[in-house]
């Protein structure tokens, strides 16, 4: 059956890898974008806001379940990722990322819970991070409101049931990051229990998993070629 499916963060690398599938899978798509236009071709209904305004995750929801009549799964996917440690933290980039990151899938899921009613039945997705296993220390306002995230998928998949599931997906390397030299990927990859980077119809595969089993709630699901089984020092060589 055709799902009706709302991506935050949806123009760009993983998002957009997550709306080609679902499209060619035959679902019905929203992308929401805060500035980002996805390509042209893409086919998607494209939603534009800014997270971190607190009024814009309840709107998108709402014109997302609008324009594709009705929305029966949401993927949290949109996030900041910038770089802090404890000495460089600071409270704007702090909050920042809590408001990106935590506050705004969560005030998504409360419309989200509320555009069903009482009869309907939807599952909403957090895109997280294999880092929440092993966090490292130079990204830690980011790893932090990961870990959140994903931690609130248990609270709210016991308080929503059993109208709505929640499940997380936490990626491993997927795409080169900003700055890194040609081939780092393929590196780091080699470096991973299964010896490869993470593709992102894997991940896409995963969301279509959680789809599809209607008895799957409360869980994350590791797409990461085994890299949260390792402290990330080993298989990085960093912190």
Do not use: C, W
């Not at 998504?108 to 819970?113: D, E, G, L, T």
């Not at 936490?170 to 040609?182: D, H, L, N, R």
């Amino acid at each position: 059956m055709a799902e009706r499916i709302l991506i935050t963060g949806g123009a760009r690398r993983l998002g957009l890898a997550l709306a080609r599938a679902m499209l060619a899978a035959g679902h019905r798509v929203a992308v929401h974008t805060r500035m980002t236009r996805p390509p042209a071709d893409l086919g998607a209904v494209v939603l534009q806001g800014d997270l971190d305004d607190p009024s814009v995750p309840a709107r998108v929801v709402g014109e997302a379940h609008a324009r594709l009549g009705g929305l029966s799964v949401l993927v949290n996917n949109a996030a900041r990722f910038e770089p802090d440690r404890i000495g460089t933290l600071d409270a704007a980039s702090f909050d920042a990322h809590m408001a990106t990151n935590l506050r705004a899938p969560l005030l998504a899921i409360q419309a989200f819970a509320a555009a069903l009613g009482e009869d309907g039945t939807g599952l909403a997705v957090n895109i997280v991070d294999q880092k929440i296993r092993h966090p490292g220390a130079g990204y830690l306002s980011y790893t932090l409101s990961k870990i959140a995230l994903e931690g609130a998928v248990r609270t709210l998949a016991a308080a929503l049931a059993p109208r709505l599931r929640i499940a997380a997906i936490a990626p491993g390397i997927v795409y080169e990051s900003t700055g890194m030299k040609p081939g780092r990927l393929e590196t780091l990859g080699e470096r991973l229990p299964l010896r490869r980077a993470v593709r992102p119809e894997e991940v896409a595969a995963a969301l279509t998993y959680l789809i599809e089993t209607p008895s799957v709630t409360g869980e994350t699901l590791f797409v990461d070629s085994g890299e949260a089984l390792r402290a990330r020092s080993v298989i990085l060589g960093a912190s």
